[in-house]
């Protein structure tokens, strides 16, 4: 074919021959003759030549998405000085030279290729699409995630005919992304999935998913393996999209054969990146489920909990674990496709409906004390639990079943434990509470004596003496506190007799007078003369109300003052203590009857103390059927109220 004519600016160049090429390209041979008067060597002047004819073939870049060669025969001509002194002379760059006569024959070569390529290139396009199909239909039966990525690679190159691919897997955190397979630099599949890097570290990656691009084309890139260039050449990137999320990319070069860029090769890419970004995402989620099928199933296995599975309609067993059939005693070929009634587990019927039930309404049960029969006919109670599970099959129950028959046969046995361990921790706490305060009063009866032992001085053995008897009241009074709540603790019943509250409140306002007047406080009685008796044990509400009335004055500063009331109420007796003393925070008013609770404040005005105090008033009261409340403000005062029931 030689009808693509000669531009009329370009008079020293004759086209001799244009070829078709098998891989679509052009080949154009055209005679050269460079005419002038300079060396092209040297650049002299001169009218000596000496001619060379030889071929020279030029590749130059793609145009129009085809690889166009020029082909040309110069004569070249060389001034006599640099033909004998060839050491000097530089080969021409004829790569160059031919820039022009390409630039020359763009248009019409670009007519010719459209007419020669275009029902060629569609023709190869529909072969592709075909090849296409078929490739997606082998992938859809790659067994694991792993085979989907090597026989992508291995697919895409021997059916589609892409020169080299490669496929990354981007990562949940949508921020780095993993090698999956690629092609090395001689054509072989190589496993890349020790490459790992952030996405904004690649930048054709990062602008890709950037941009939201399906597609991404580089005509003259460097091309990669290993992060190291190996070539230059096209480029293409396709995202593997799953929706809206980017979950890869597929990438394309000619590094190998070197060949031009076909038209349709971007978008069979992106059409094969497509398939395979739908082909990743389903095959994750069946691999991820089949991993979470396999944890279900062995933890369904394992598990000490009898476990089974049954329909929701009927309740036929599907399966049931190692712990059911050990609890049951049927086997597991028993067992399946039959119902708990068939197998005589549940022995009321109407139960089971009533459970089956409520279940379908709120789609789960816990703890649901049942009766049910073992194979041989042992009766067992147990804790029934279920749910409801969707599968690919449909929905089913779920139902957990915990044994508590030999919980019930020893209930009494715990419960006796339960109150030895609760007597046990009674004491372990006290003596971690009060551990300091014990150990301060016996050190002081220690360091008396000692000093009792060595002095002769009788003022000073006297006063040695009280802070000896004072240590020892002390110590008294913690082991007392112990013994009564422990006594309380134990008590169930009282016996009891009417008391007048008020005497209680006389006598103990007569013991604590001396103790008031030493610290300058006042105490006044406001007591109702006319209130009825109570039905109690005098002794324990007498320690009550002089627990109540010590509290007050210990936590009451010096020229204070503190009041009891009484009055009556149509049902109840009520008693009254109000201080001018520190207050207690509302964060600690929950906590002022626990055992052992002193606030803070508390504990920096009154250095001894059990802490057993308040525990014992609330003890007593809630023996004799009444109620205690309180009421405090920080730095002003607090008042306790008591209410016991009158005898009727």
Known sequence: MTDIQVPLDLPNVKVLAVERRTDGGWTISVESTLAGARCETCGRETTAFQSYDDWVEVQ??????????????????????????????????????????????????RQADVALSSEENVWQFQEKLKALHEVSITLTRASSLDDLCRGAIELGRAELGFDRLGLWLINDDLETMNGAYGTSTDGQVQDERYLHTRIEDDPMAAETLRNKSRISVWEDAPLYTDWKVVGQGWNIMAVLWDGDRGVGWLAADNLIHKQPLLPYQPELLQ?????????????????QFRQSEERFARIFNVTPIPIA??????????????????????????????????????????????????????????????????????????L??????????????????????????????????????????????????????????????????????????????????RKIKDQTQLLEKFIQDILTISHLDHTHVLSTHPVNLNDLIRRAEAELRQSAEQKNLRITLNLDKQMPPVLGDEDELYRAVINLMENALNYTPEGGSVAIDTFTTERHAVTKVTDTGIGI???????????????????????????????????????????????SIPNRGTVFEVRLPVEQ
Not at 85 to 97: I, L, M
Not at 271 to 287: D, F, I, N, P, V
Not at 587 to 616: C, D
Request: overall charge negative.
């Open 60 to 109: 130059h870049l793609p145009l129009f998405e085809q690889a166009v060669f020029i082909r040309y025969r110069p004569k070249r001509y060389v001034c006599q000085f640099c033909e004998d002194h060839p050491t000097t002379r530089q080969q021409p760059d004829w790569h160059q030279a031919s820039s022009p006569y390409t630039r020359a024959y763009q248009a019409q070569l």
């Open 271 to 287: 059409l094969y990146s497509a398939t395979l970004g739908h082909l990743l995402a389903r095959k994750k989620t069946e691999e």
């Open 309 to 382: 599975i049954s329909d929701v309609d009927v309740g036929h067993y599907i399966a049931v674990n190692d712990s059911w059939v050990e609890l049951f005693g049927h086997s597991r070929e028993e067992a399946l496709g039959r119902t708990g009634i068939d197998l005589g587990i549940w022995t009321n019927e109407e139960e089971r409906a009533r459970l089956r039930a409520k279940l379908k309404q709120q789609d789960w049960l816990l703890d649901e004390e049942i009766t049910v029969n073992a194979k041989d006919g042992t009766t067992l109670s147990v």
């Open 384 to 465: 029934w639990s279920a749910v409801l599970i969707n599968l690919d099959q449909g929905t089913f129950t779920l139902s957990m079943t915990y044994d508590i028959t030999d919980r019930k046969q020893v209930e009494q046995q715990r419960l006796e434990l339960a109150l030895a361990n609760e007597r046990l921790q009674f004491l372990t706490e006290f003596l971690g509470n009060i551990s300091h305060d014990l150990k301060t009063p016996l050190a002081i009866i220690n360091t008396s004596l000692y000093l009792l032992d060595h002095l002769n001085e009788p003022d000073r053995q006297k006063d040695l003496l």
């Open 585 to 631: 925070r509302d964060s600690e008013l929950p906590h002022i009857f626990e055992r052992f609770y002193r606030t803070n404040q508390a504990k920096g005005l009154v250095k001894t103390g059990s802490g057993l105090g308040l525990a014992i008033v609330k003890r007593v009261i809630d023996l004799h059927d009444g109620t205690i409340q309180v009421q």
